[in-house]
């Protein structure tokens, strides 16, 4: 019987009236990689966050190696062996790796021989656990992954031996993921406890040996991964059983409504990230487009929205040229033309966070009847649209007065997709519709976008999850290094053809 | 360390509770500043009270400063919603008033109330027009208008002693000033209307320009809440990008943010030109400019914060004379001093006790809710 190495017992904590832990119950056994799961607000963070000293619970008791303690501040946790890989980085960008490890640490460090012993055991443990990091680098020089990794190694340094993740792939490229998991199991292997934070099931079975479900601020099961499968965990999830792939009728496809044709389009440095690219898109058709992040499928979107100037090439909406090198229509024209998107970056581009909801759910059609007449806003109309709207895409909390930064991230990409699919569209433009939302939303949003192509929509859909594309898409298009390298129907290629396209391998 | 969750903070506590604490901390250490000049703090309150309340003529000068903090207040609070710093309110309320006397001058033949229209146009149009290069600069060639209208109130005051000396100079007089408008043209002042009701009493600047200050808050509030226009400024000034996104020009809100500021910051002209000196005089925007951005901060950047926050820099202006006035160990200065205290704890200061006392009502309404 292996013992628990930290154990926590009838923890609570709430926010204001937000209840976001009741009565947890969690024991981790030690050397064991332990995944959390849950939706968006289910309370894993918070709980993760109590367990680092970052909050305090409101009542409920803590014991590491069976040894009560009492958690004040993050260097307690550190203290009792507890390290953390936030979400979000906390590193010093224009530091270097070993800077900002010893940071804190400098004093007995900066000089003479201590630092040359820490620069060694650093190498050591890099080496042991194939973290292949140069000290010397500097952090903004470095890719996502290897600053993740830069976080492992400091809370390694500073003698962690439950290493909690909080989210951590959700930054990542596929490869870089690989890599990750690779790390976390040797370091799981040389005896380290390894706590993982995610919503997403494929890395609960991946990895985990044990899993815990969180919903709605409650544990509500515990068992080995081995004996539970990815549709039981999803049913704890959301309490009820979900459909992971979608029901979707035949295709019927019309005229070719959007089409892109030898596209080049530079971004902010000069550098072509989107090169001779063609598309062509039927109405009630979904093309997915697949690729690792940063080939281009940014820019690309971008370019077809309006937002960004067209290097060379053409594209035509209806039959119709809108944008060459020469001419091209702005963002709000296009909208005018039929044309909505939703972008990859809700919090960057889809949304003004500081806004009201109701502000948030006309933006970008606000100088339109009847949300403005004669350039004055229609209060009384937008909040009435605001409450429609809100209720038929299940937005919560349905108050369009509160400032957006407070809904959730599956309630504002709700808000960007109700606001967008509301106006019935001829063509949109979807960047990863789910990203960071949680399982529940995210077979709601589907659903939305297949009844779009059934109402005769033509949908281009950029995605990073190779799930989501293949099960909403209707053709897809691989694209890498800015270039189109393959297109496929969708109902005869596998997972592996295209994740050899992604590669740059085919 | 705790954080605020900012959703759970009422109203009232972020908005009135902070501001006042800051204000308090502000004065307590102008009293200790008041008490090392060797004078009674609490005797230098009771002058800055009867200065600014306890006669008739007291109290319209605070009125009269009010106004003037208004206007300048209003124009810094409108293009920080476009998260444009305009430092230039100064400048632009100097060339404002060049504008006023301008027209009013030139149009003089008109009848009277139509050249008051046309004189408050002017001095929104020049206002505007000289906000307007540092906005187009910041627009398209990125250079920052913190920087730029720094430079352009140096600018408009050599202008201004330019054009005071070589070229509109009242030639029958020594100073550096215009000639004084035709007398139809001076706006009615607070005596005029006290006369009207058989009152009689002794000058002070107060004028009509007041109303025109509440009708320029009214104005600043429909425009960024109730308008188009606003809410594209807003929408650009929290997220430039989001703003691209959805089609809206951050090129054309600059400029038109920094434009509708200048603008206001120029009606403060017309509160001096046509309401008390009734001609240019060098330097007659007197720090009223920078005094705005203070005023807006404590407003919160809203007409309804900027109103109190303008009439409590009245009252220490007011007051502040009064008190210089009857203790010989404070000088003007210090009061300059005692106003930087206050812009220092209610404007640089502001969030340094902000979380602590969040904290405190939140929890404390916490603890409320649970028993």
Same mark, same amino acid.
């Given at each position: 019987?292996?013992?628990?190495?930290?154990?926590?017992?009838?923890?609570?904590? #709430?926010?204001?009236?937000?209840?976001?832990?009741?009565?947890?119950?969690?024991?981790?056994?030690?050397?064991?990689?332990?995944?959390?799961?849950?939706?968006?607000?289910?309370?894993?963070?918070?709980?993760?966050?109590?367990?680092?000293?970052?909050?305090? *619970?409101?009542?409920?008791?803590?014991?590491?190696?069976?040894?009560?303690?009492?958690?004040?501040?993050?260097?307690?946790?550190?203290?009792?062996?507890?390290?953390?890989?936030?979400?979000?980085?906390?590193?010093?960008?224009?530091?270097?790796?070993?800077?900002?490890?010893?940071?804190?640490?400098?004093?007995?460090?900066?000089?003479?021989?201590?630092?040359?012993?820490?620069?060694?055991?650093?190498?050591?443990?890099?080496?042991?656990?194939?973290?292949?990091?140069?000290?010397?680098?500097?952090?903004?020089?470095?890719?996502?992954?290897?600053?993740?990794?830069?976080?492992?190694?400091?809370?390694?340094?500073?003698?962690?031996?439950?290493?909690?993740? /909080?989210?951590?792939?959700?930054?990542?490229?596929?490869?870089?993921?690989?890599?990750?998991?690779?790390?976390?199991?040797?370091?799981?292997?040389?005896?380290?406890?390894?706590?993982?934070?995610?919503?997403?099931?494929?890395?609960?079975?991946?990895?985990?040996?044990?899993? #815990?479900?969180?919903?709605?601020?409650?544990?509500?099961?515990?068992?080995?991964?081995?004996?539970?499968?990815?549709?039981?965990?999803?049913?704890?999830?959301?309490?009820? #059983?979900?459909?992971?792939?979608?029901?979707? #009728?035949?295709?019927?496809?019309?005229?070719? =409504?959007?089409?892109?044709?030898?596209?080049?389009?530079?971004?902010?440095?000069?550098?072509?990230?989107?090169?001779?690219?063609?598309?062509?898109?039927?109405?009630?058709?979904?093309?997915?487009?697949?690729?690792?992040?940063?080939?281009?499928?940014?820019?690309?979107?971008?370019?077809?929205?309006?937002?960004?100037?067209?290097?060379?090439?053409?594209?035509?909406? /209806?039959?119709?040229?809108?944008?060459?090198?020469?001419?091209?229509?702005?963002?709000?024209?296009?909208?005018?033309?039929?044309?909505?998107?939703?972008?990859?970056? +809700?919090?960057?581009?889809?949304?003004?966070?500081?806004?009201?909801?109701?502000?948030?759910?006309?933006?970008?059609?606000?100088?339109?009847?009847?949300?403005?007449?004669?350039?004055?806003?229609?209060?009384?109309? $937008?909040?009435?649209?605001?409450?429609?709207?809100?209720?038929?895409?299940?937005?919560?909390?349905?108050?369009?007065?509160?400032?957006?930064?407070?809904?959730?991230?599956?309630?504002?990409?709700?808000?960007?997709?109700?606001?967008?699919?509301?106006?019935?569209?001829?063509?949109?433009? =979807?960047?990863?519709?789910? +990203?960071?939302?949680?399982?529940?939303?995210?077979?709601?949003?589907?659903?939305?976008?297949?009844?779009?192509? /059934?109402?005769?929509?033509?949908?281009?859909?950029?995605?990073?999850?190779?799930?989501?594309?293949?099960?909403?898409?209707?053709?897809?298009?691989?694209?890498?290094?800015?270039?189109?390298?393959?297109?496929?129907?969708?109902?005869?290629?596998?997972?592996?053809?295209?994740?050899?396209?992604?590669?740059?391998?085919? | 360390?705790?954080?605020?969750?900012?959703?759970?903070?009422?109203?009232?506590?972020?908005?009135?509770?902070?501001?006042?604490?800051?204000?308090?901390?502000?004065?307590?250490?102008?009293?200790?500043?008041?008490?090392?000049?060797?004078?009674?703090?609490? @005797?230098?309150?009771?002058?800055?009270?009867?200065?600014?309340?306890?006669?008739?003529?007291?109290?319209?000068?605070?009125?009269?400063?009010?106004?003037?903090?208004?206007?300048?207040?209003?124009?810094?609070?409108?293009?920080?919603?476009?998260?444009?710093?305009?430092?230039?309110?100064?400048?632009?309320?100097?060339?404002?008033?060049?504008?006023?006397?301008?027209?009013?001058?030139?149009?003089?033949?008109?009848?009277?109330?139509?050249?008051?229209?046309? &004189?408050?146009?002017?001095?929104?149009?020049?206002?505007?027009?000289?906000?307007?290069?540092?906005?187009?600069?910041?627009?398209? +060639?990125?250079?920052?208008? =913190?920087?730029?209208?720094?430079?352009?109130?140096?600018?408009?005051?050599?202008?201004?002693?330019?054009?005071?000396?070589?070229?509109?100079? /009242?030639?029958?007089?020594?100073?550096?000033?215009?000639?004084?408008?035709? @007398?139809?043209?001076?706006?009615?002042?607070?005596?005029?209307?006290?006369?009207?009701?058989?009152?009689?009493?002794?000058?002070?600047?107060?004028?009509?320009?007041?109303?025109?200050?509440? &009708?320029?808050?009214?104005?600043?509030?429909?425009?960024?809440?109730?308008?188009?226009?606003?809410?594209?400024?807003?929408?650009?000034?929290?997220?430039?990008?989001?703003?691209?996104?959805?089609?809206?020009?951050?090129?054309?809100?600059?400029?038109? &943010?920094?434009?509708?500021?200048?603008?206001?910051?120029?009606?403060?002209?017309?509160?001096?030109?046509?309401?008390?000196?009734?001609?240019?005089?060098?330097?007659?925007?007197?720090?009223?400019?920078?005094?705005? $951005?203070?005023?807006?901060?404590?407003?919160?950047?809203?007409?309804?914060?900027?109103?109190? &926050? *303008?009439?409590?820099?009245?009252?220490?202006?007011?007051?502040?004379?009064?008190?210089?006035?009857?203790?010989?160990?404070?000088?003007?200065?210090?009061?300059?001093?005692?106003?930087?205290?206050?812009?220092?704890?209610?404007?640089?200061?502001?969030?340094?006790?902000?979380?602590?006392?969040?904290?405190?009502?939140?929890?404390?309404?916490?603890?409320?809710?649970?028993?």
């Amino acid at each position: 019987m292996v013992s628990p190495i930290l154990e926590l017992t009838n923890i609570n904590k #709430s926010f204001g009236h937000v209840h976001a832990n009741k009565n947890i119950n969690l024991k981790i056994n030690k050397g064991t990689i332990h995944g959390i799961i849950g939706e968006n607000g289910a309370g894993k963070s918070t709980l993760m966050s109590i367990v680092f000293g970052l909050y305090q *619970a409101n009542s409920g008791t803590i014991k590491v190696n069976g040894k009560e303690i009492n958690l004040r501040s993050p260097k307690d946790s550190i203290i009792n062996g507890i390290g953390m890989v936030h979400q979000h980085f906390m590193l010093v960008e224009n530091f270097t790796v070993l800077e900002n490890i010893i940071l804190g640490f400098e004093g007995e460090l900066v000089f003479g021989k201590n630092l040359e012993k820490a620069k060694k055991d650093l190498k050591n443990l890099c080496d042991t656990y194939k973290l292949n990091i140069d000290l010397n680098s500097t952090i903004s020089d470095l890719s996502v992954g290897f600053r993740q990794r830069v976080e492992i190694l400091k809370s390694l340094y500073r003698g962690a031996e439950i290493l909690i993740l /909080d989210e951590p792939t959700g930054v990542l490229t596929p490869q870089e993921v690989d890599e990750l998991f690779k790390i976390l199991r040797s370091l799981n292997e040389e005896g380290k406890t390894i706590v993982l934070i995610t919503h997403k099931l494929i890395e609960i079975m991946d990895l985990t040996s044990e899993v #815990s479900v969180m919903r709605q601020g409650e544990m509500v099961g515990h068992t080995k991964t081995k004996d539970t499968n990815k549709e039981q965990l999803a049913e704890m999830m959301v309490g009820r #059983s979900v459909l992971l792939r979608l029901e979707k #009728s035949q295709v019927k496809t019309g005229d070719v =409504v959007f089409k892109v044709e030898d596209l080049t389009v530079k971004d902010d440095l000069d550098v072509i990230r989107v090169k001779n690219v063609n598309l062509n898109i039927r109405a009630g058709e979904i093309l997915g487009l697949a690729g690792v992040t940063g080939n281009g499928q940014t820019e690309l979107l971008e370019a077809l929205s309006g937002i960004r100037k067209v290097e060379s090439g053409e594209i035509y909406l /209806d039959g119709k040229k809108v944008s060459d090198s020469q001419n091209f229509l702005d963002p709000r024209e296009l909208k005018e033309k039929g044309l909505a998107h939703v972008p990859e970056d +809700r919090q960057r581009m889809g949304l003004v966070t500081d806004f009201k909801a109701y502000e948030n759910l006309i933006f970008g059609y606000h100088d339109q009847k009847p949300f403005s007449k004669s350039s004055i806003l229609n209060h009384r109309d $937008i909040i009435a649209h605001s409450k429609k709207i809100m209720e038929e895409y299940d937005v919560r909390p349905q108050s369009p007065n509160l400032i957006t930064s407070n809904f959730s991230g599956g309630n504002q990409q709700k808000i960007i997709l109700s606001r967008e699919l509301n106006e019935n569209p001829k063509v949109l433009l =979807v960047g990863q519709p789910t +990203r960071g939302v949680d399982i529940g939303a995210i077979e709601f949003i589907h659903q939305r976008l297949i009844d779009m192509r /059934d109402r005769g929509a033509a949908i281009l859909l950029v995605s990073v999850e190779l799930d989501e594309v293949l099960s909403l898409s209707d053709r897809i298009v691989v694209m890498f290094d800015g270039k189109i390298v393959g297109e496929k129907e969708n109902n005869n290629v596998t997972d592996r053809e295209l994740g050899l396209l992604m590669a740059g391998v085919v | 360390m705790a954080t605020v969750d900012k959703s759970k903070v009422p109203w009232w506590v972020s908005n009135l509770i902070v501001p006042l604490i800051n204000l308090i901390l502000a004065l307590f250490v102008s009293g200790l500043f008041i008490f090392i000049a060797g004078e009674n703090p609490f @005797e230098a309150v009771r002058l800055i009270i009867y200065g600014s309340f306890g006669y008739i003529e007291g109290f319209a000068y605070t009125l009269y400063y009010t106004t003037n903090f208004i206007f300048t207040g209003l124009a810094f609070a409108v293009a920080f919603h476009c998260r444009l710093f305009n430092i230039g309110g100064e400048g632009q309320a100097y060339i404002g008033g060049l504008g006023v006397f301008l027209v009013a001058i030139n149009f003089s033949f008109l009848p009277v109330p139509i050249v008051w229209l046309l &004189a408050v146009m002017g001095a929104v149009v020049f206002g505007a027009a000289w906000a307007f290069i540092p906005a187009y600069l910041q627009a398209t +060639r990125g250079s920052h208008v =913190v920087i730029t209208t720094i430079m352009f109130n140096f600018i408009a005051a050599s202008l201004m002693v330019f054009l005071l000396v070589d070229i509109i100079r /009242d030639t029958t007089q020594m100073g550096p000033h215009t000639i004084a408008l035709p @007398e139809e043209q001076w706006f009615p002042s607070f005596e005029d209307f006290a006369a009207l009701f058989g009152i009689k009493i002794r000058y002070s600047p107060l004028n009509i320009s007041f109303l025109l200050a509440i &009708a320029a808050s009214v104005f600043v509030w429909f425009l960024v809440w109730k308008t188009r226009w606003g809410y594209e400024m807003r929408a650009v000034g929290h997220n430039t990008q989001a703003a691209i996104y959805a089609g809206i020009s951050p090129y054309k809100n600059i400029i038109i &943010a920094m434009c509708i500021s200048g603008g206001l910051a120029g009606l403060l002209g017309v509160n001096e030109i046509l309401g008390v000196h009734h001609k240019i005089v060098a330097g007659f925007p007197a720090g009223y400019g920078f005094t705005g $951005i203070a005023v807006a901060l404590m407003g919160r950047n809203h007409p309804i914060g900027i109103f109190p &926050a *303008a009439f409590l820099f009245g009252i220490l202006y007011q007051g502040g004379s009064e008190v210089t006035f009857d203790m010989p160990n404070i000088t003007r200065y210090m009061f300059v001093a005692v106003q930087g205290v206050i812009i220092l704890f209610s404007g640089a200061l502001e969030n340094l006790f902000r979380p602590q006392i969040e904290n405190f009502f939140v929890n404390r309404l916490n603890f409320k809710a649970k028993a």
